[in-house]
């Protein structure tokens, strides 16, 4: 399950059912054999504190094998405290190990605007590492590498990744979900 924002939900690429780097996830895992079945839980706009409202009630729906927190870029952008987006996350954690049985946890990193000064960017980067050695979690360093800032990988908002851009997205998670995944038994 991918819990996350809009770069999880595919914002305005044409047929995100197909072309956020979710559904390419999917795809890879078809390919590779691997049976599981990607729930791409991604809504738009939404913050830290929104994931962990829904939490409960996605864990409730389904038998989930790893959960994928995509959370905190709109907390960045709103210049959100950053030990109150790291404890929001933590406690999304915190929920998950109480499903049965727990899911395996990755946590995707993201990066604060420099706008907001070094030491916040600084403060906020550091969130994601520190989730996902405080919880034995995989940690994708920053979803957006190789595709922030690069204007034909990203929407005119400047913010969003083209489909060119959420292929990359997919690489980026899948270099790291590919091990965990293969350390589990297929769920379905």
């Given at each position: 399950?991918?819990?996350?924002?809009?770069?999880?939900?595919?914002y305005?690429?044409?047929?995100?059912?197909?072309?956020?780097?979710?559904?390419?996830?999917?795809?890879?895992?078809?390919?590779?054999?691997?049976?599981?079945?990607?729930?791409?839980?991604?809504?738009?706009?939404?913050?830290?504190?929104?994931?962990?409202?829904?939490?409960?009630?996605?864990?409730?729906?389904?038998?989930?094998?790893?959960?994928?927190?995509?959370?905190?870029?709109?907390?960045?952008?709103?210049?959100?405290?950053?030990?109150?987006?790291?404890?929001?996350?933590?406690?999304?954690?915190?929920?998950?190990?109480?499903?049965?049985?727990?899911?395996?946890?990755v946590?995707?990193?993201?990066?604060?605007?420099?706008?907001?000064?070094?030491?916040?960017?600084?403060?906020?980067?550091?969130?994601y590492?520190?989730?996902?050695?405080?919880?034995?979690?995989?940690?994708?360093?920053?979803?957006?590498?190789?595709?922030?800032?690069?204007?034909?990988?990203?929407?005119?908002?400047?913010?969003?990744?083209t489909?060119?851009?959420?292929?990359?997205?997919?690489?980026?998670?899948?270099?790291?979900?590919?091990?965990?995944?293969?350390?589990?038994?297929s769920?379905?």
């Amino acid at each position: 399950m991918f819990l996350g924002t809009s770069l999880t939900a595919g914002y305005g690429l044409r047929d995100p059912a197909s072309e956020a780097y979710p559904a390419l996830l999917q795809a890879k895992l078809d390919s590779a054999g691997r049976r599981f079945r990607v729930v791409n839980a991604g809504v738009s706009g939404e913050s830290s504190a929104g994931a962990l409202s829904r939490i409960d009630w996605l864990l409730g729906r389904d038998r989930v094998a790893i959960l994928v927190v995509e959370t905190g870029a709109n907390d960045g952008l709103r210049g959100q405290d950053p030990d109150s987006v790291g404890a929001r996350i933590q406690a999304i954690f915190d929920r998950a190990r109480r499903a049965v049985p727990p899911p395996k946890l990755v946590v995707v990193g993201m990066e604060a605007l420099p706008n907001l000064g070094q030491d916040y960017v600084r403060r906020f980067r550091a969130i994601y590492p520190a989730v996902a050695r405080a919880n034995g979690a995989t940690l994708v360093p920053f979803l957006l590498a190789g595709v922030a800032g690069i204007d034909s990988l990203n929407q005119e908002d400047g913010i969003h990744p083209t489909a060119a851009g959420h292929r990359i997205l997919a690489a980026n998670v899948w270099r790291v979900l590919r091990e965990l995944v293969d350390s589990i038994k297929s769920p379905r």
